[in-house]
């Protein structure tokens, strides 16, 4: 069973097994990251972080794209008033990063900017292979070139992407995700065993 919240310029689905899945919701401007989205962002994250039912956190987007970053009333800013403008703007995005469970992002379009940035914040992360990162060097890259630079985990043909990833975070929800996203993660990039015990 699947519960659906609806917030501003957010979809939030929660499954049974304590998946939750958001979707970043402002389509018609390629999922930017407003400020009413931003708001929503910073709210769920600090529900997610209390709530103990949650086991695995995926982050997609609506649409044909992941996420083209900030609008402009960021990016856009006076050089002396950006720094002081965009720092509460990324700390509130990656606090998805303070959650104890395990994150996976679901590349399924472009990701730029700070869309990409939040897509590398996460513990994993899964592309179509038609996708496109922009990186900050300029160069774009498809979801299927960006395994081989290890900037995700695996890509899968577009029409596949949410079915491999929903499958994959049922399975690492059936785990102890805290330990798994502590111990697991950390072992599984540093090629070393673990054990697991706990939540």
């Given at each position: 069973?699947?519960?659906?919240?609806?917030?501003?310029?957010?979809?939030?689905?929660?499954?049974?097994?304590?998946v939750?899945?958001?979707?970043?919701?402002?389509?018609?401007?390629?999922?930017?990251?407003?400020?009413?989205?931003?708001?929503?962002?910073?709210?769920?994250?600090t529900?997610?972080?209390?709530?103990?039912?949650?086991?695995?956190?995926?982050?997609?987007?609506?649409?044909?794209?992941f996420?083209s970053?900030?609008?402009?009333?960021?990016?856009?800013?006076?050089?002396?008033?950006?720094?002081?403008?965009s720092?509460?703007?990324?700390?509130?995005?990656?606090?998805?990063?303070?959650?104890?469970?395990?994150?996976?992002?679901?590349?399924?379009?472009?990701?730029?900017?700070?869309?990409?940035c939040?897509?590398?914040?996460?513990?994993?992360?899964?592309?179509?292979e038609?996708?496109?990162?922009?990186?900050?060097?300029?160069?774009?890259?498809?979801?299927?070139?960006a395994?081989?630079?290890?900037?995700?985990?695996?890509?899968?043909?577009?029409?596949?992407?949410?079915?491999?990833?929903?499958?994959?975070?049922?399975?690492?929800?059936a785990?102890?995700?805290?330990?798994?996203?502590?111990?697991?993660?950390?072992?599984?990039?540093?090629?070393?065993?673990?054990?697991?015990?706990?939540?």
């Amino acid at each position: 069973m699947i519960a659906t919240d609806s917030r501003e310029h957010l979809q939030v689905e929660r499954a049974g097994n304590g998946v939750v899945t958001i979707r970043l919701d402002n389509p018609e401007r390629g999922n930017a990251m407003s400020a009413a989205m931003t708001a929503s962002w910073a709210a769920l994250m600090t529900e997610l972080r209390h709530d103990r039912s949650v086991r695995a956190v995926v982050v997609t987007g609506a649409g044909s794209a992941f996420s083209s970053g900030g609008e402009t009333v960021w990016t856009g800013a006076p050089p002396d008033d950006f720094g002081e403008r965009s720092a509460p703007f990324y700390r509130a995005w990656l606090a998805i990063r303070d959650l104890e469970v395990p994150t996976i992002a679901a590349i399924n379009g472009p990701a730029g900017g700070a869309g990409l940035c939040l897509a590398l914040a996460t513990d994993l992360r899964y592309a179509a292979e038609g996708a496109t990162l922009s990186l900050l060097t300029g160069r774009v890259v498809t979801g299927a070139e960006a395994v081989g630079l290890g900037l995700v985990n695996r890509a899968f043909p577009a029409a596949d992407l949410a079915a491999e990833v929903a499958a994959i975070a049922d399975s690492v929800a059936a785990c102890a995700p805290i330990p798994t996203r502590r111990q697991g993660l950390p072992a599984a990039r540093e090629k070393r065993a673990t054990t697991f015990a706990g939540r």
